[in-house]
């Protein structure tokens, strides 16, 4: 059994390794799948919904250092076993959305990976054999050694690095966990073996909490939205040729000596003497293809809809804030003074938000700024850019920069850069 604990460790630490830093490059974003979650027509766990983002932080952290500690055996018992309530939660947030079909991402990976709540479900299930396996046996496991280290983490890395190229494509998950497993080597190497798990413990949250602070004050390190910097938002907005599209079926409700009973349209129902029309339902029968953007438009009362325009335009700048009532007030006062500096040149300029028009007076008026907004649906909003507020630089619909509000440019910049000023 020692060898099935060891391959239950490796798989378990390393998967638990790279889901957690996957969510955690994008925090803002897992916040907004467990909104979901919590949400009144889901859970309907209100408590939780002003604490999205710190749970957020706390799973994604969690998951780092559960995983580094199965993989190097440190406190097995607390490890084991909170491995187990932590699938266990998983487990039943996972089946009650699949089996409900309330919340149809479950975003275990963030968005690098699309999971249909069924597949995550079963993701889980076999994560759950695994760590049955481990709690069964973590008596047996002590605190590993550099030298039983060597045996265990660098097959832990391959899985780290496999999974990285071929499903993230993305390496930084590799190069994280390999400073986790230098500062194991650290530790296990000048330490005194009293110190040697809490000390390790400290480090890699210290580490995991540097890196969420970073992607948090700025944006994901790696986008995997349809919003990335070189997409072009017109393109993804239209089906390729040769897509699928969505196949339905029209159901016919007729009544016949007194009974109502369900037709196809091949049945043809109306061509039956004596019976009468009742109803008629379209089903969904096959889910086809969709464009990766939808629900992507801009509008206001007085220009109405200036979708196609920005769209069009050379060079156009979109400020996005999803709610205002949550927005940064300095970077509310960024956004004013590229507005006003930008105003002057051949440049299409539009902030966007999901906010009422009376929030947006009152908090612009808190804020000491003039913006004029434009509307644009608040789920698009918060898949734009993570920032409150955020700013993109479009070129005829293509993505070519986005900021984060405390990383954003001077219009001197903007202009020197993208207008050849």
Known sequence: MQKLTTISRTLVGALFIVSGLVKANDAVGFSFKLHDYFAPDVLDIPFFL??????????????????????????????????????????????????FNKVTDCGCFGDAIKLTPWESFAKDVVLSVLIFIIVAFHAKVKYQTNKVNVKILPAALVLVGLFSHYILDWFLPVYFTLILFVLTWLVNKFLPK??????????????????????????????????????????DMVLPEGAQADVYEDVWKYELNGIVSDYTTQDKPWEIQGATFVDRETKLILEGDHPPIHDFSIESDALGDVTDSILKASNAVLFVMYDLTKSDDEGLQKVEKIINELEQEAVSIVAMSATTESQMLSICQEAGVSIPFFFTDETTLKTIVRANPGMLWLQEGTIVNKWHHNDFPSADDLKKQYLNN
């Open 50 to 99: 002003d604490y999205v983002y710190p749970l957020a932080v706390f799973i994604c952290i969690a998951e780092i250092l559960l995983g580094l500690a199965v993989l190097v055996g440190a406190k097995m018992k607390l490890t084991a076993f909170s491995l187990l309530l932590m699938i266990l939660f998983f487990d039943g947030l996972t089946f009650y959305s699949a089996y």
């Open 194 to 235: 009293e110190i040697r798990e809490w000390t390790l413990a400290t480090l890699a949250l210290i580490t995991c909490i540097a890196f969420s602070y970073h992607t948090y004050s700025h944006l994901p390190i790696r986008d995997y939205r349809p919003y990335a910097i070189g997409k072009n938002i017109a393109v």
